[in-house]
């Protein structure tokens, strides 16, 4: 017995010094096995690799991030970002994902957004059984509702359903088809319509057809969500032997390099109502009409996509906002704010580009260092972006003080306010952005002064002038630099003949 | 023998929760000094200029700093010059890493609440608390700044707190 004392007391020893790994059921097809979990910030986090092996997949880190691959599809996520990515679709997850000795753990959320989405699968977390499961999916019906709409030249189809589900569009001759993949309740089987460019819906099984009246008849299609909505904007096409895919992805219709989707971010919104002006206007008021009208301009003068992160008084997440312009291929983010300060008297419009860099001399040598190479930004490559996270920003740099330079001379050229240049701030909201992103401030609206201006119809449509004119300017500009082709289609002199 | 090894396992599990003081000589390790600090505040160039103040402060760093931070949210002792953060906000610790990092918490009920504020307002305001550190203390190279305990995104939608700061010369008055 007296020989074993040394032997217990190493163990009891090992015991209180040592943590053995917390492990949780993992309820597979296959069978239970077990896996390891952590917890962060509240969360219970799940070892990705070990999940994804027991369903035959593997895990890799790939530089800040890493990559799921299973059945030939592949996930990217990584720890500064709640987004996961798989293809043009955006993973959400309650809280990013942590990396402990290298190893990556994440919220079941991510396996239900993998997994749902690429494998038809359900995912499940009990947390009094500690049970993860994931099984087939067991698809519930979804209700299914059409409206078609004929609005300023463009036939609008909203598709609105019950729950949100995954879909393709698939595109034929003189017709487009959503291929959903749940079971739907179709509201008839067949139904024309007195449009110019669409002739009839058909459902049939989880298709809904969609006949064109021509062929040169094209659409943008997108999704919106709360209630969940396809959206299809049919609209003329130019004629010539364009060669459409024949699947589309539902996010970009437009492969060409070049400035083509632009995101708009009226700043603030629900309960965060920005700064208050001394006669109560609110930001996140004067951001969101001057953006829902700023948006309207940007698409009839730069025959450009626009896509606003809000077009109500919603509450939107700061890193939801640069994963929305990342879901839609963004080529240019701008964020719209108005400013405040104590100090009285305080006036005049600037322009943020991202400083992420000990200091923003810093940034601003790596910056000229990038213009001296004259490179552009960098192209899309391989078949997903895996550069979502945190730091995406920093390649964009050069280009985004470019757009931001653009932006800050419009607005002293035609609004006359003071001139308060462009600078760099650590904005959360530029952070994370993959493409050229700018945060203008318009005007102090802590200023009584400036407050005023923000209110009048004169003021505002100067402003929207001076931003559509920067963008064009910026398209032009980064356009003719990387040898695209294109007739220009808003300059500065064109925009000052005209008038804007 | 049993008992014996009961008492075994208690003296082994007593020694791993044992922990050595901090400083044997409170005393000496935080002398008291007079020391003239730089308070960062707004001027009216919309900058941070410093404003001298004399503070009696323990000669540990990790002590003053939290003391020199009080002493910046009291406000400038010019009237004319306004206060950058809310006025209820308050220093819950404040601490110094020794890779040069300094942690401050700050809490009260508008920035718990969320803090209506513009851009500008709001990086005089963090910038005001990074340069303070920074320039009192050469050990802190750069500050992460804290609500009530937690890491935070912004503290009124704008400036990211997921990242320690460094001092931006752009912001401070030459």
Known sequence: MKRLLPLLILAAASILSAQAPIQVTLRIPGGDRRVTITQAGGQILFAADEVIAALGGTVTPDGTGFKATLNNSLAAFGPDSRFGVIRDELIEMPAPPVVVDGRPYVPWQFFQGFLGKTADMDVAWDPAARVLTIRPAQHTIIGVQLSVANVQGISKVVVGLTASTDYTILKDKGAYTIRFKTPIRAPFAEQSYDDPYVSKATFAGSDLRLDLKAVDVGADAYKLENPFRIVLDFHKVAPGPTTLPAFTTPLRPVEAPGIHTIVIDPGHGGKEVGAIGPDGLMEKDATLSLCRRLADNLENKLKTRVILTRTDDSLVPLDQRTAIANQYHADLFLSVHMNAAVVKGAHGSETYFLSLEASDELARKAAELENAAAKPAPAESGDLKLILWDLAQQSYLNESSRFAQAVQEEMNRATHVQNRGVKQAPFKVLIGATMPAALVEVAFITNPDEEAKLKSEDFQKTVIDALTTAVGRYKTDYETRIGVIRAPVTTTSEAKRSGT | ?174
């Not at chain 2, 922990?19 to 020391?35: D, G, H, I």
């Not at chain 2, 600090?37 to 001027?43: K, M, R, T, W």
């Not at chain 2, 950058?84 to 700050?106: C, E, H, K, M, Q």
């Open chain 2, 1 to 174: 023998m049993r008992r014996a090894v009961v008492a075994a396992l208690v003296i082994v599990a007593a020694s791993c929760r044992r922990q050595q003081p901090l400083t044997r000589n409170l005393n000496v390790e935080n002398k008291v000094a007079m020391r003239t600090v730089s308070l960062y505040y707004e001027s009216p160039d919309l900058l941070l200029a410093p404003e001298r103040r004399d503070l009696p402060l323990p000669e540990n760093p990790a002590g003053a700093l939290d003391l020199v931070l009080r002493e910046l949210l009291k406000g400038s002792a010019n009237a004319a010059v306004p206060r950058l953060l809310p006025g209820d906000t308050v220093v819950r610790a404040a601490y110094l890493l020794p890779d040069g990092t300094a942690f401050v918490d700050l809490g009260g009920p508008t920035l718990t609440q969320g803090w209506a504020t513009g851009s500008h307002q709001e990086l005089m305001a963090i910038y005001s608390v990074v340069q303070t550190v920074t320039s009192n203390f050469p050990e802190a190279k750069r500050v992460r700044v804290l609500v009530n305990g937690e890491p935070a995104e912004t503290l009124g939608g704008h400036v990211s707190l997921s990242r320690a700061l460094a001092p931006m010369p752009s912001v401070v008055a030459r």
